[in-house]
């Protein structure tokens, strides 16, 4: 067999994992940058690259509500309202914010389940202050042969703006 790249510039073992991962395998996670308060303590307060596993459906147990859920706000001037089918109730992890500083559904409401599109497995805060994010231990079970595929730091510190 032929091999059409210039010896000496990528191993034959780069090139296979290169090829098994984009062609055959695809690329099950992308790189996210986050930046804010609202994810703390789950991924961090500080600017972050995060490593998220795109998922085909949305885990209802990481969502605050899902169709069904009637909605009742603490103000009294709100009507409540029940959650059409397919739709979400999405909130911080940080619950010191305000819902105005927090940006989640009690800013903007109902989100349709096709807008939740993965799950952040890895965050990289700093050069030293990186790791796994805490999931549910069946998520970080899935997750973690995905990491020793997919995880790789030095790519996520080139990505990296804090």
């Known amino acids: 067999m032929e ?4 010896r000496g510039l990528i191993s034959d073992r780069e090139l296979y994992d290169t090829v098994w991962k984009n062609v055959f395998q695809g690329k099950l996670t992308y790189l996210h940058w986050n930046k804010g308060e609202a994810m703390a303590p ?3 307060e500080q600017a972050s690259t995060l490593l998220v ?4 459906i949305a885990d209802p147990t ?7 859920y009637e909605m009742v706000s603490n103000d009294e ?3 409540p309202f029940v959650l059409e089918k397919d739709q979400c109730w999405v909130l911080a ?3 010191k914010l305000k819902p105005k500083e927090a940006k989640d559904s009690r800013l903007f ?3 349709s389940m096709t807008d939740i599109v ?3 497995i890895y965050s990289l805060r700093t050069a030293v202050d990186h790791g796994p994010v805490l999931n549910s231990h069946y998520s970080m079970r899935k997750d973690s042969s995905l990491l020793e595929i997919e995880l790789d730091v030095n790519d996520m510190m080139k990505n990296h703006t804090a």
């Open 62 to 68: 990481r969502l605050a509500a899902t169709e069904g």
């Open 3 to 6: 091999q059409s790249y210039k």
């Open 53 to 56: 596993r795109k998922i085909p």
């Open 93 to 95: 992890d940080n619950d």
């Open 109 to 111: 409401g109902p989100v």
């Open 77 to 79: 001037k709100d009507e």
């Open 42 to 44: 789950t991924i961090g």
């Open 118 to 120: 993965g799950r952040v």
